[in-house]
């Protein structure tokens, strides 16, 4: 397949996971569940993941396109890559709608690892590419802690 189809597949992918999740978000940043919870201090405000997000998903889907292009393992690459758009999707829900921060952490933790996986582990062959990644593994990080600090501190 060429590149340019790959990353549309994986823009599509994406961004349907992104809207999947706010679906299920219910009223979100604006609740009044979430607006009286004891947030991390470094809490970005609400319009900055709207606009990280974006970012994110539009290199992650360049980063994909390659990775998919460039490997023959595409088997591993689409079940970890399924994997990803699950526990992405789900955060949503688990966080907002539910509002069990506990069983959301699970689920942005193991986002995380595969997001890692994907940066470390396939970074000999992706070289400089893995740095469209790198957005997406630092703002995990720092929603990971900021789940975390929700979870301890409420």
């Known amino acids: 397949m060429k590149l340019a189809v ?21 009223d979100g940043v604006a609740s009044d569940w979430y607006n009286t919870l004891n947030k ?6 609400g319009w900055v993941f709207g606009l990280a997000w974006t970012a994110i998903m539009v290199c992650y889907s360049f980063y994909m396109a390659i990775l998919y292009k460039r490997n023959d393992r595409r088997k591993k690459i689409t079940t970890l890559y399924a994997a990803q758009l ?4 789900s955060w949503n829900p688990l966080f907002f709608y539910l509002q069990n921060a506990l069983i959301a952490l ?16 396939y970074q000999k062959t992706m070289r400089w590419t893995s ?12 929603a990971t802690s900021l789940n975390l600090y929700i979870l301890v501190y409420n």
């Open 6 to 26: 790959n990353i549309f597949i994986f823009l599509l992918l994406n961004f349907t996971a992104l809207a999947l999740g706010g679906l299920f978000t219910g």
């Open 40 to 45: 991390a201090p470094w809490t970005p405000p």
């Open 86 to 89: 699950l526990f992405n999707i």
């Open 106 to 121: 699970f689920a942005i933790l193991f986002l995380t690892i595969i997001v890692a996986y994907f940066l470390f582990h």
């Open 131 to 142: 740095l469209l990644i790198l957005p997406y593994f630092i703002w995990l990080c720092i």
